[in-house]
């Protein structure tokens, strides 16, 4: 919690440290009232003296004024701080993602991160805003109704003496034992929170198979149990307040008690003791508010340990110092072999092999047998875990990440976009885009009639996800913004899955037609996509078992053989 | 691959734009208009209500503690008036005692009531979120199409969290409140009517600048709202495609981007917070100045000599004074917390009374399916005027192979939804065993059909539990049974913990191909008379295919089947393919008449082994 507080810088701390101080005056002129009340009534009223009563009450008026500037400029005073602090806060968690590689990006889900940027950052703004008004307001409203009270009787005053501790254990032992169970509430929230979106992205599953009865089930569970748990934490937690409420109001008794005898003794004025119950009623207010911030920082201490987690965690792909720029784009494997984390089995095993510039490459295999994982070593989103890439014949590693990516277009298998113009995913490629090579860029990506056929073409608008095209049509677009880049070594995973045939082989002559030596490497489920390359990689269960071109694999490679077989058919085997 | 944009949106939850204040006292803008508010606060009762004994006993513990509390203030005034002010040491001893007994019972009473509070306001959430989940299940998918999910979770959440507050903040405010303030009057009414009147009259003050700072905020908090929403979009969608930013090198310029709306929302909330942060001052200054006017009033009765009025009397009023601006002020607030929630019920309530699906009246449960499937002049349009489906007309027989092939967008998964009524079609009509599908009641309909589709969706729960999707009753090892079948075994028993594997995040742990094979499974598991595999092996390497295939020929033989296929070699051997291009069929028959045919299907039959030759 207090590590954010570095958050807190220029005007935000400025006004984080005038908030409680404008918090103090309000608060000393607070105090000041029911002495000045009692006054009026003890001496004005009483006496029927008119001219005290107005005195005074201006007094009272004056001093409320100066109380009502004190808190009204906290207020603004703290809302700037927390709000200019949250900011700072969550814009520099947005950069701190932005440097993750995709090994922090796994590590994190998705939801996560953005629920820590957006939840979590929201929470802790509010119990910002709260301390710097409570933290000063309740132990200032306590101390100082103490001193107020001791100032009017130090008598009566050893009856806090003896109703604070009692107080104090009261509420140390009822938050001690709520604060575990509203922890659980949170993950029972999440809990639930998680079955509701499965549902709700299942849907199709759940009605294919009517199984609504099943789901209402496994949905019921987790929602009765979140509302006993919170139950059960409200409960105990609630028991303070009739606590709090006795005990103030026994000393409010006892000083009726104590004090009506001194009055009586004539050591004391009536309105006194009107003024010390004043007294304490406030500390219990102070006492009251010390409880809620508990509970808000509590709260807020989760939210900060969540997005803690993420600024203590650092990219595991940077820059060196001194790093160079690309100089060539012949790829080299050299005794690569890659693991996702140190305790797994390996994926890729002891690779070797190199891929000069210009060159066309498929890479055909089993589902789960690593293709994925290989070509996303190549724009280093992942480093291998022993030996080393080679672009230009320097290691990735010496070379400038940014210079790195440019060079190298990567299509995912799921393609994403975002929202925005249709003109604007293609200026995500390359800024700087005349619609010229934008519509080459389409048209190689066999996006242009589509686009076309769109009211406003390239104006037209982009939904989020892009959930307005059809996954063809989204892959096609995923291709064009990377072709816009005019990358050097381009790469489809699996990108064209969702396209029909006709259109891939068209799409793929259009890339080999462009202009300048690209390297291509497509990874492909079809045997009909990779075929006409210059080469084609058969990997197997991390490793790569041969490299050659359709004719060659398909004379000599008994797996390639059999891929081809139950594709193609034994007619087209053949008929190759 | 599904041909229309993809249905199921990958929305994760989307916290929702709404600002909340830190304490639930604290002023916060009025929402949007309600469409229907009385309605609305009707339906939201309406669940309060249900538990009635409760909400009685509610009540009478407010008005218990209410009551007590201006008797304990009235007390006050008599122990000073009667007992310390005469010197009354046993009077006063007696009558300390029954304060203490009053406010023991006091707070006896406000804990009950609390803890009453508390088993309303969670038992009623969890109605709400309950009532709210079993209604989206029996939605159409057409909702799901026009809703983000992210927007659906905010309702489940925040939406009905708020409700819950309101609900058990502002019950036993609300009841207290009224109650407290209609007492004080009456006790000072009792006091001096003449002081009363003047209280009463410096009443609007508050009432006033109340009014004026909110109507000065409102604007603010509904920008705040908005950009606030805006805010949270663009970090969820750039978030969830961080894996192209980081691809495509712009971490700077989604920085800068982000920062721009970032700034943006700071300026909004500055003022909205710092506005609406007055109030409370500000009604602090008003409340010390109406007990000034109280007083100077209070102070010339007293002297004057055609008032009589004791001074314990004034003393007791001027206490009342104190504890009458409070609960006022208590209750401005809350309507404007009841207007927030209102605004969150009625979210939550267009979601419940969305038209669910429903069967038509007099619809028969289909049983013994044979799997004859007949479809005459069916029409279909997800959007007005835009038919993806016209007049397809077909029939396969029970048994049959039937094949469905066309390029991307051409209606292949439209035909499917359509018989697995996910959709209604517009005109035409489709019958399985000579029943109108739209009078066959859908969850017999659907059980009858297995499907393996293109995007399917894997739960978190154990891969165990997954498969038993297919069908809930069946054993473990009719589960590992069906696994083995779609050759989904091997991987399985290769996870950590085998089939007790908890998947996470859709199978996030696995990869695309063995997500499918699960989905194999599950319809393996579930034995229907009609298959449909949709693309189902689309991302299955071909060797592994050709394991899952063989187990899906075991499947289909004697069973219906429809295929959905970009690759020809997968449907070849189907008793017969039909062709359709831009939601039209244009092509029928067996792979060798329509390749003799050299029409349509030749063409895409062609190209498929034709392209790998021409680059």
Redesign the interface.
């Known amino acids: 919690m207090f590590k954010l507080l570095r958050f807190l810088k220029g005007l935000a701390l400025v006004c984080a440290i005038g908030a409680p101080l404008l918090m103090v005056i309000e608060v000393l002129m607070d105090l000041q009232q029911p002495t000045l009340m009692s006054q009026i009534v003890d001496i004005g009223i009483r006496n029927g003296d008119l001219r005290y009563v107005l005195t005074t009450g201006l007094k009272m008026l004056g001093c409320a004024l100066i109380g009502l500037i004190g808190g009204a400029g906290c207020t603004v005073l703290s809302s700037v701080a927390a709000i200019r602090m949250s900011r700072d806060m969550r814009a520099a968690l947005f950069a701190r993602i932005q440097t993750f590689s995709f090994r922090e990006l796994d590590r994190f889900k998705t939801s996560s991160l953005i629920t820590r940027l957006t939840n979590d950052v929201t929470q802790v703004q509010n119990m910002m805003m709260m301390a710097m008004r409570m933290l000063v307001r309740a132990p200032v409203t306590c101390i100082g109704g103490i001193v107020m009270a001791i100032s009017i009787s130090p008598r009566l005053s050893l009856i806090l003496a003896l109703a604070m501790p009692i107080l104090l254990i009261a509420m140390f032992f009822i938050i001690t034992r709520s604060f575990p169970l509203f922890r659980v509430v949170q993950n029972k929230i999440d809990r639930m929170n998680d079955v509701t979106r499965e549902n709700l992205l299942g849907i199709r599953v759940t009605k294919a198979f009517v199984c609504e009865d099943r789901q209402r089930e496994r949905f019921n569970a987790s929602n009765e149990d979140l509302m006993n748990t919170v139950m059960r934490a409200s409960r105990i937690s609630v028991i303070l307040w009739p606590i709090i409420n006795i005990v103030i109001n026994a000393c409010i008794i006892a000083v009726f008690w104590f004090g009506g005898r001194m009055v009586i003794g004539g050591e004391l004025e009536i309105g006194k003791i009107m003024a010390f119950i004043s007294y304490i009623t406030q500390i219990l207010a102070s006492l009251m508010m010390s409880v809620m911030f508990i509970m808000f920082f509590t709260r807020a201490k989760v939210s900060a340990d969540r997005i803690n987690e993420v600024f203590d965690t650092n990219t595991s792909i940077y820059d060196v110092p001194n790093a160079e720029s690309v100089s060539g784009t012949d790829l080299e494997f050299r005794n690569v072999s890659f693991r996702y984390s140190d305790t797994a089995e390996y994926t890729l095993r002891d690779l070797n092999f190199t891929i000069p510039a210009g060159e066309s490459v498929g890479i055909i295999g089993a589902t789960g047998s690593g293709k994925s994982s290989l070509v996303s070593l190549i724009p280093r989103l992942y480093d291998p875990s022993e030996g080393e890439i080679l672009l230009g014949g320097k290691d990735l590693r010496q070379l400038k990440l940014h210079d790195i990516r440019a060079h190298i277009g990567m299509v995912l298998q799921e393609s994403i976009l975002f929202s925005g113009k249709v003109s604007d995913i293609f200026h995500f490629g390359q800024d700087d885009l005349t619609e010229v090579e934008m519509e080459k860029a389409a048209s190689d990506a066999q996006a242009l009639d589509f686009i076309r056929e769109k009211e406003n073409g390239f104006d037209s608008a982009v939904e989020q996800r892009g959930r307005n095209f059809s996954g063809g049509q989204k892959q096609r677009l995923s291709i064009g913004r990377t072709l816009a880049r005019n990358p050097s070594i381009l790469i489809l995973d699996d990108a064209t899955s969702a396209v029909d045939l006709a259109t891939e082989a068209k799409l793929q002559r259009a890339i080999k037609a462009r202009e300048g030596t690209c390297t291509l490497i497509i990874i492909a489920q079809r045997i009909s996509a990779v075929m006409g390359l210059d080469r084609v990689f058969v990997i197997d269960n991390g490793q790569l078992v041969d490299a050659g071109t359709h004719r060659e694999l398909m004379a000599r490679c008994e797996i390639y053989r059999s891929i081809a077989a139950s594709q193609l058919g034994e007619e087209a085997a053949i008929h190759v | 691959?599904?041909?229309?944009?993809?249905?199921?949106?990958?929305?994760?939850?989307?916290?929702s734009g709404r600002p909340?204040?830190?304490?639930g006292g604290m002023m916060m803008g009025k929402p949007e208009k309600l469409k229907d508010f009385k309605g609305t606060l009707r339906r939201v009762l309406g669940y309060v209500v249900a538990k009635k004994f409760l909400i009685i006993g509610v009540f009478i513990l407010s008005l218990a503690s209410a009551v007590i509390s201006i008797v304990a203030t009235r007390l006050?005034g008599t122990?000073?008036d009667d007992?310390?002010?005469t010197?009354d040491?046993p009077g006063?001893?007696r009558i300390?005692l029954i304060?203490?007994g009053v406010?023991?019972f006091?707070?006896?009473a406000?804990?009950l009531q609390?803890?009453l509070m508390?088993?309303v306001s969670?038992?009623t959430?969890?109605t709400l979120?309950?009532d709210l989940?079993?209604k989206?299940?029996?939605l159409p998918?057409k909702f799901?199409d026009t809703r983000?999910?992210g927007d659906?979770?905010s309702r489940?959440?925040n939406d009905i969290d708020s409700i819950s507050t309101t609900i058990s903040q502002s019950l036993p405010q609300f009841f207290s409140g009224i109650i407290t303030v209609l007492g004080t009057l009456v006790a000072m009414f009792l006091l001096s009517p003449m002081l009363t009147l003047v209280a009463l009259l410096l009443m609007p003050l508050m009432f006033i600048t109340t009014k004026a700072i909110v109507g000065k905020t409102q604007p603010h908090f509904k920008r705040q709202a908005k950009e606030l929403g805006q805010?949270?979009?663009y970090?969820?969608?750039?978030?969830?495609?961080?894996?192209?930013?980081?691809?495509?090198?712009?971490?700077a310029?989604?920085?800068a981007e982000?920062?721009e709306i970032?700034?943006r929302?700071?300026k909004t909330?500055?003022m909205a917070?710092?506005l609406s942060?007055?109030m409370?001052?500000?009604n602090?200054?008003i409340n010390?100045?109406n007990?000034?006017v109280i007083?100077?009033v209070?102070?010339?009765l007293?002297?004057s000599p055609n008032f009589t009025i004791s001074?314990g009397d004034?003393?007791a009023f001027?206490?009342y004074m104190r504890n009458f601006g409070r609960p006022i002020n208590e209750m401005l607030n809350l309507f404007n917390m009841i207007q927030h929630s209102l605004a969150g019920a009625e979210r939550v309530f267009d979601t419940m009374n969305e038209p669910p699906e429903t069967d038509a009246p007099g619809s028969i449960a289909l049983t013994d399916v044979r799997g004859e499937v007949d479809a005459r002049d069916v029409c279909f349009s997800y959007v007005e005027g835009n038919p993806v489906l016209k007049n397809a007309t077909f029939h396969v027989d029970q048994g049959q192979t039937f094949a469905i092939v066309g390029?991307?967008?051409a209606g292949k998964t439209t035909i499917i939804s359509l018989l697995?009524r996910?959709y209604d079609l517009d005109s035409g009509t489709l019958t399985i065993d000579g029943h109108n599908i739209l009078y066959v009641t859908?969850?017999s309909l659907?059980?009858s059909?297995g499907?393996v589709?293109q995007?399917?969706?894997?739960?978190?729960e154990s891969v165990m539990e997954n498969i038993r999707?297919?069908?809930?009753a069946a054993t473990d090892e009719e589960v590992q049974h069906a696994a083995e079948l779609a050759n989904a075994h091997n991987?399985i028993m290769q996870l950590e913990e085998g089939y007790d594997t908890i998947l996470t995040?859709?199978g996030g742990n696995l990869?695309?191909?063995?997500r499918q094979l699960l989905a194999i499974a599950?319809a393996l598991l579930?034995e229907p008379q009609i298959l449909i595999l949709d693309e189902a092996t689309?991302?299955?390497?071909?060797?592994?295919?050709?394991a899952a295939q063989k187990a899906m020929l075991t499947l289909m033989k004697g069973r219906t089947s429809f295929i959905i296929a970009?690759?020809l070699?997968t449907i070849?051997n189907a008793d017969c393919i039909l062709v359709i291009r831009d939601g039209e069929i244009v092509e029928r028959g067996t792979h060798g008449q329509l390749i003799d045919a050299r029409g349509f299907y030749y063409?895409?039959y062609e190209?498929?082994?034709?392209?790998?030759?021409?680059?």
Do not use: W
């Open positions: 691959m599904s041909e229309e944009p993809k249905r199921e949106e990958r929305t994760e939850e989307r916290p909340r204040g830190p304490m006050n122990i000073v007992f310390i002010e010197g040491l006063l001893a300390l304060l203490g406010h023991l006091s707070a006896a406000s804990y609390n803890f508390i088993t969670q038992t959430s969890a979120r309950r989940f079993t989206v299940l029996k998918l799901f983000s999910s659906i979770m489940m959440t805010l949270n979009g970090i969820e969608e750039r978030i969830s495609g961080q894996k192209i930013v980081t691809l495509f090198g712009r971490e310029q989604v920085q982000f920062a970032n700034d929302l700071t909330s500055t917070q710092a942060g007055t409370g001052p500000l602090n200054m010390h100045f007990y000034l007083c100077v209070g102070a010339v007293f002297i001074f004034i003393f001027t206490l390029p991307t967008g697995t996910f859908r969850d659907r059980r059909i499907m589709l995007d399917t969706y894997l739960f978190s999707y297919g069908r809930p991987f995040d859709n990869s695309q191909g063995q599950r579930a689309s991302s299955i390497d071909t060797r592994t295919e050709l970009h690759r070699s070849r063409d895409l190209s498929q082994f034709k392209t790998g030759m021409a680059i």
